[in-house]
């Protein structure tokens, strides 16, 4: 069985010429595989693809069909804040103008080699949580179920529920930095998910945010 680079590979899904060349281009700088068929199953993978044609929800389906955990990463040729919606609502983990493609891919191709890989969710539009600290919203996150999205000390993070009895952090006090749950009172560091008193036994699952092309993004680690 053929073995995939360290850094990872690209399965790239895309004709358009100056795409392959600035694929190729980045590929070769970060010693990455370069394929134009589907890699081996269990790949650390960023799946590129045009994100502007119909039809992205079958798009999708197909790359999840072949490389399930693929971080697929999705380009535009023209602006087009609709179809850049569509797109990510049927399922693209990030999606990049073709100039600012190049920078995309190096850093999809960074996360796949830190702690086993990384995807990424759009969860809001970064103007929706403008200069707003503390608890900023409440939403569901694909493989990480309901999460509570925080501004603390400047930084974005999210929290998952309460590890005592599933409730939702968002609805809690904060102080100094913890978050007391609203339910039983266990609190949490907001920034770390550690547990700072009980009754919870566990820290809470704490994943990372980061705020990218006007919108407000999640981390899952695969």
């Known amino acids: 069985m053929e073995r995939a680079p360290a850094a990872g590979v690209v399965w790239l899904l895309a004709e358009d010429a100056a795409v392959v060349r600035a694929v190729t281009r980045v590929c070769a700088e970060a010693g990455a595989g370069l394929y134009r068929t589907p890699p081996p199953l269990n790949t650390p993978c960023v799946a590129l693809a045009d994100a502007s044609g119909s039809g992205p929800a079958d798009l999708v389906a197909s790359v999840r069909a072949a490389l399930p955990e693929a ?3 999705g380009f535009m040729a023209a602006p087009d804040p609709d179809g850049w919606r569509a797109a990510e609502r049927a399922g693209f983990d990030e999606v990049a103008s073709r100039g ?6 190096r850093r999809a191709l960074s996360r796949l080699t830190e702690g ?4 990424s969710y759009a969860i809001c539009d970064a103007q929706d949580v403008a200069g707003r600290i ?3 919203l409440e939403t569901e996150v694909p493989g990480l179920g309901k999460v509570s999205l925080f501004r ?3 930084r974005l993070v999210c929290l998952g529920t309460c590890p005592h009895q599933g409730a939702p952090l968002g609805r809690g006090e ?8 609203p339910a039983h009172g266990s609190r949490f560091d907001i920034l770390t998910g550690e547990r700072v008193r009980g009754p919870s036994d566990f820290d809470v699952p704490c994943h990372g945010a980061y705020e990218q092309g006007g919108r407000i993004w999640v981390l899952k680690r695969l």
Request: hydrophobic share 40%; charged share 15%; glycine share 22%.
């Open 134 to 136: 503390g608890f900023l």
């Open 152 to 154: 603390e000390q400047g």
């Open 71 to 73: 971080y697929l990463l």
């Open 174 to 181: 904060i102080e100094d930095g913890v978050v007391t749950c």
């Open 100 to 105: 600012a493609l190049g920078p995309s891919l």
């Open 116 to 119: 086993g890989g990384v995807r």
